[in-house]
């Protein structure tokens, strides 16, 4: 979307997605339109990134002694791909968020450490960078890869 057509285009979505919260249409759109256009943020909207890319893996978990087959499918809000790395990233709208690492969830941690080990299997040889896009903050948050890997212990790709 052109940024000259944003605010259009924010509205018509929000009458269509929202139609029950028209008093909230104004406050949200800023809020979009603000976070697209934060330059520190902007590598997330630019020609190097996907929106809402579906995923689909099988793997195992450990439990106990017996492996256990699991399906894992998501869909990453953003990914940004780069010629060494992948930069994935979930937006978060939670009331308390967390703008430190330390301070993450950790069923957040876990959902972007699967989202991580998959990306793996998905980018070979590429570098697996995973973070929160905070939208209250409007704050991107890099999460530590051994925090990661720590959170998706236990589970691997077949």
Do not use: C, M
């Not at 339109?33 to 520190?40: A, G, K, M, W, Y």
Request: hydrophobic share 50%; charged share 20%.
């Amino acid at each position: 979307v052109e940024p000259a057509d944003r605010a259009k285009v924010a509205a018509r979505a929000l009458e269509t997605l929202l139609p029950t919260a028209p008093a909230q249409h104004a406050a949200l759109s800023a809020k979009a339109i603000s976070i697209l256009t934060r330059p520190e943020l902007a590598h997330l909207f630019g020609p190097d990134s996907r929106a809402e890319v579906p995923f689909f893996a099988e793997a195992f978990r450990q439990t106990r002694s017996i492996p256990e087959r699991i399906r894992i499918i998501g869909r990453i809000d953003r990914i940004v791909v780069n010629p060494d790395s992948i930069l994935l990233v979930d937006f978060k709208s939670d009331a308390n968020p967390a703008p430190e690492p330390s301070q993450v969830n950790p069923a957040y941690l876990q959902q972007l450490g699967l989202y991580a080990l998959v990306a793996g299997e998905l980018f070979p040889g590429k570098a697996i960078e995973a973070a929160i896009l905070w939208t209250s903050l409007e704050s991107l948050v890099k999460l530590p890869l051994a925090d990661l890997a720590g959170a998706a212990g236990g589970f691997t790709i077949q």
